[in-house]
């Protein structure tokens, strides 16, 4: 019977408490973040239309400013592009790819800078009419606060990166309500990585910042909705509205980038694009007031169809305008929110056309769908739709034209909204992951057992000629005093070595570097790496030293192979009859590789 009792489903972490505990505080922080970002943009919002100084929720579409306005985003993107430039830039845009940067390429370190500049920036641009909402800048400031956090005590920067993404997750959690969702978000889009160690101190701060919220914004769903069950035929119209809020989610983002391109070739400095994109933002608030701020009461009106379809097309046309210019020119605010907007437009307008449900279910369907497909997290999305509204009969069509969106986006685009932002710099972000082969199988599994061994008694002269002669068989021999592993001696070694010289000599004062029978492969693949070498004696454990097999990094290399075959060998199963001796037919499976 194999000794399995050092083998465990997950990895073994003592510090995850203590990770647990600074996540669950960080969950107070990002929340209490969250309320000073909202109402900041709720006083910036009075300030430049209404020219009060109130934290009062009023909606800039209300103002009586006429032509004028149109200078209000283009005052605010001033303010926001003289404050990145002054400031930190790392400000601009929507925030997550700037967080998953942070996480993949700068060891989770932030700045206290973007904790001050980023919810103060998005409060200015989205009070000054942009078209953005507060969730990308809730989980940049969020995730600042948890790697400042991080920075103040002694962590690992894999422990870091958790606390950035709980600070990030609990934000939004705070802003939208929508705890699971935002649990989803970190595994989907920020972790890169599906282990207990970052996935339970996470969550927890989300858990933390769904009960804080109450004190703050109170337990409604931003969105109650409640529709009837489909019908079967609403599985066809599921299909076309993901085909078409895919194809809406690759075209937005196709046109983001074309329009940051086109910012790009302007003979201006980078600070002065945020107040042009204003003015567009400006113009279209003019013709059409509610596209401006972050339209969560546009939002509610599409959702329970308060808004004719004419006028919900005015609106898509226009939110989706200034959004893509307003955020191309690289100023400040989030993406989720006008996302919403967008996909629930679109199914207000395919409401009237669409069969198998009651017109009201298409602007959730489409929402989820739309925000799905652009940031490339389909479950996150469906969730998020039934979290803003706790509409559960709503489910099965959202998931099923989320992720058809989900599938259309991923054939017809290299990258999301997400990560092109970080591909233009140089850095190709792979989102996809599974479980690592090296990852999966131990030492005992892979080791060679029958080790041949050289006593430590030998001489150099002896060695070289018997074990490095013309016969050699091994680059590289364990050598042995009694079982007990002392090193391991290969030519480079004896080459200049005193030939009277005993082997035990060679390595005495030496600590062994070995391996144990119940390391993982990949434990034992970065020992190699970290110390150059190409083998390890593996020993019953560290205090006997006792050699029990050897591995090698061709070892190694067999488990990747295996991997390799699974992915791309393609075989196929026939079933063929074959006669029994007692006359009878029996099916028996042949495999055939192709």
Sequence with gaps: MHDDHHKRD?????????????????????????????????????????????????????????????????LGGLSVGLMARYGSDRIRGHGIPEAIEAILFGKSRMSPKVAILKPLSSG???????????????????????????????????????????????????????????????????????????????????????????????????????????????????????????????????ALYKVEDLFGHLPIHWSWWPMLGGLVVGIGGFFEPRALGIGYDVIGDLLHQNILWQMAIGILVVKAIIWVVALGSGTSGGVLAPLLMLGAGLGAVLGHVLPGAEPGLWPLVCMAATLGATLGAPLTAIVFAF???????????????????????????????????????????????????????????????????????????????????????????PVVRDGVVLGVVDRAMLDGADADKTLGALFAGRVPDVALPGETCRQIATRLAIHGLERLPVVRNRDSLQIVGIVSRSDLVKLSLTHFEEEHKKERFNRIRISGGNGKRRFAPVRKGE
């Excluded at 800048?137 to 400042?148: D, N």
């Excluded at 600070?167 to 599906?194: D, R, S």
């Excluded at 710099?425 to 060679?448: F, T």
């Design 10 to 74: 997950f990895s073994s972490n003592d510090r995850l408490p203590r990770i647990a505990a600074l996540a669950a505080f960080i969950g107070l922080l990002a929340t209490l973040a969250a309320f000073v970002l909202l109402s900041l943009i709720h006083l910036f919002t009075n300030l430049f239309f209404f020219g009060h100084f109130s934290f009062v929720e009023r909606s800039p579409a209300l103002n009586t400013l006429g032509p004028w306005v149109i200078l209000i985003p283009a």
């Design 124 to 254: 200015i641009v989205i009070g000054s009419g942009g078209p953005f909402g507060a969730e990308g800048p809730i989980i940049m400031t969020g995730g600042a606060l948890g790697s400042l956090v991080a920075q103040c005590v002694k962590v690992t920067a894999a422990e870091r990166k958790t606390l950035l993404v709980a600070g990030a997750t609990a934000g939004m959690t705070a802003v939208f309500g929508t705890p699971v969702a935002a649990v989803l978000l970190a595994v989907e889009l920020l972790l890169f990585e599906w282990r207990p160690r970052s996935f339970l101190p996470v969550a927890l701060a989300c858990a933390v910042a769904g009960y804080a919220r109450a004190m703050f914004f109170g337990v409604e769903p931003l969105f109650a909705l409640q529709t009837s069950p489909p019908h079967a035929l609403a599985f066809g119209s599921c299909v076309i509205a993901g085909l078409l809020a895919g194809a809406l989610a690759s075209g937005l983002s196709a």
């Design 387 to 477: 979290g803003l509204t706790h509409d559960s009969n709503a489910m099965l069509p959202v998931l099923t034209a989320t992720l058809v969106a989900h599938g259309f986006s991923t054939v017809v685009m290299k990258r999301s909204i997400m990560t092109e932002k970080i591909a233009r710099r140089g850095r190709h972000i792979y989102r996809e992951y599974g479980v690592d082969p090296l990852e999966r199988h131990h030492v005992d599994e892979v080791m060679s057992r029958g080790v041949e061994t050289i006593d430590a008694s030998a001489t150099v002269s002896d060695t070289l000629a018997t074990r490095f002669g013309a016969t050699q068989t091994r680059r590289a021999w």
